[in-house]
Protein backbone atom coordinates (compact mmCIF):
# COMPACT_ATOMS: atom_id res chain seq x y z
CA UNK A 1 0.00 0.00 0.00
CA UNK A 2 1.48 3.27 -0.88
CA UNK A 3 -0.45 7.08 0.49
CA UNK A 4 0.70 10.53 -0.17
CA UNK A 5 3.08 12.13 2.37
CA UNK A 6 1.62 15.71 1.09
CA UNK A 7 -2.08 15.01 1.17
CA UNK A 8 -2.76 18.24 -0.10
CA UNK A 9 -0.13 20.33 1.16
CA UNK A 10 1.75 22.30 -0.92
CA UNK A 11 4.47 23.28 0.81
CA UNK A 12 5.52 19.89 1.07
CA UNK A 13 5.87 19.58 -2.77
CA UNK A 14 9.52 19.70 -4.10
CA UNK A 15 9.46 22.60 -6.17
CA UNK A 16 11.36 23.18 -9.33
CA UNK A 17 12.03 24.69 -12.42
CA UNK A 18 13.34 24.22 -16.07
CA UNK A 19 16.86 25.28 -16.63
CA UNK A 20 15.49 26.99 -19.76
CA UNK A 21 14.07 29.60 -17.34
CA UNK A 22 16.62 32.19 -17.91
CA UNK A 23 15.22 35.05 -19.07
CA UNK A 24 15.54 38.43 -17.61
CA UNK A 25 13.61 38.37 -14.31
CA UNK A 26 14.66 34.63 -14.17
CA UNK A 27 11.59 34.07 -12.59
CA UNK A 28 8.83 33.67 -15.71
CA UNK A 29 8.48 30.37 -15.54
CA UNK A 30 6.34 27.75 -14.64
CA UNK A 31 7.36 25.59 -11.53
CA UNK A 32 6.53 21.69 -11.14
CA UNK A 33 6.41 19.61 -7.96
CA UNK A 34 6.91 16.13 -7.19
CA UNK A 35 4.09 14.59 -5.03
CA UNK A 36 5.87 11.85 -2.53
CA UNK A 37 4.08 8.73 -1.46
CA UNK A 38 5.72 6.43 0.81
CA UNK A 39 4.33 2.58 2.12
CA UNK A 40 1.66 2.39 4.55
CA UNK A 41 4.27 -0.66 5.90
CA UNK A 42 6.99 2.08 6.82
CA UNK A 43 8.01 1.87 10.43
CA UNK A 44 10.44 2.99 12.95
CA UNK A 45 10.05 5.17 16.00
CA UNK A 46 8.40 8.04 14.37
CA UNK A 47 7.27 6.66 10.64
CA UNK A 48 9.82 7.64 8.93
CA UNK A 49 12.21 4.66 8.36
CA UNK A 50 11.06 4.37 4.47
CA UNK A 51 11.06 4.96 0.98
CA UNK A 52 9.49 7.68 -1.00
CA UNK A 53 8.83 7.26 -4.51
CA UNK A 54 7.47 10.39 -6.77
CA UNK A 55 6.29 8.86 -9.92
CA UNK A 56 6.20 10.55 -12.98
CA UNK A 57 5.47 9.16 -16.82
CA UNK A 58 8.60 8.26 -17.54
CA UNK A 59 10.52 7.94 -14.35
CA UNK A 60 10.36 6.82 -10.62
CA UNK A 61 11.98 9.51 -8.46
CA UNK A 62 13.21 7.42 -4.98
CA UNK A 63 14.46 9.53 -1.83
CA UNK A 64 14.46 8.31 2.10
CA UNK A 65 12.25 10.15 3.83
CA UNK A 66 15.34 11.16 6.54
CA UNK A 67 15.71 13.83 3.46
CA UNK A 68 12.72 15.25 3.41
CA UNK A 69 13.19 19.06 4.56
CA UNK A 70 16.95 18.69 3.22
CA UNK A 71 17.96 18.03 -0.18
CA UNK A 72 20.08 14.46 0.07
CA UNK A 73 20.32 11.71 -2.57
CA UNK A 74 17.66 10.67 -4.57
CA UNK A 75 17.59 7.93 -7.40
CA UNK A 76 15.71 8.06 -10.84
CA UNK A 77 14.57 5.11 -12.42
CA UNK A 78 12.66 3.98 -14.94
CA UNK A 79 9.24 2.24 -14.49
CA UNK A 80 10.01 -0.54 -15.80
CA UNK A 81 13.59 -0.68 -13.42
CA UNK A 82 11.17 0.49 -10.39
CA UNK A 83 8.69 -2.67 -11.32
CA UNK A 84 11.41 -5.19 -11.68
CA UNK A 85 12.92 -3.74 -8.32
CA UNK A 86 9.34 -4.02 -6.39
CA UNK A 87 8.81 -7.42 -8.24
CA UNK A 88 12.62 -8.76 -6.89
CA UNK A 89 11.95 -7.16 -3.23
CA UNK A 90 8.62 -8.88 -2.64
CA UNK A 91 9.36 -12.26 -3.54
CA UNK A 92 12.34 -12.07 -0.80
Known amino acids: MIH ?3 AGDPS ?6 SSYSDGPEGDSCVE ?3 AW ?3 TYSSG ?3 ESCL ?3 PTPTTIHIRDSKYRSAPGP ?3 LAPSAWAAFVS ?3 AR
Do not use: C, H, Q
Not at 12 to 17: E, V
Open 4 to 6: KTS
Open 12 to 17: NLAWFK
Open 32 to 34: VAL
Open 37 to 39: FKS
Open 45 to 47: PDG
Open 52 to 54: EIA
Open 74 to 76: RLA
Open 88 to 90: YTS
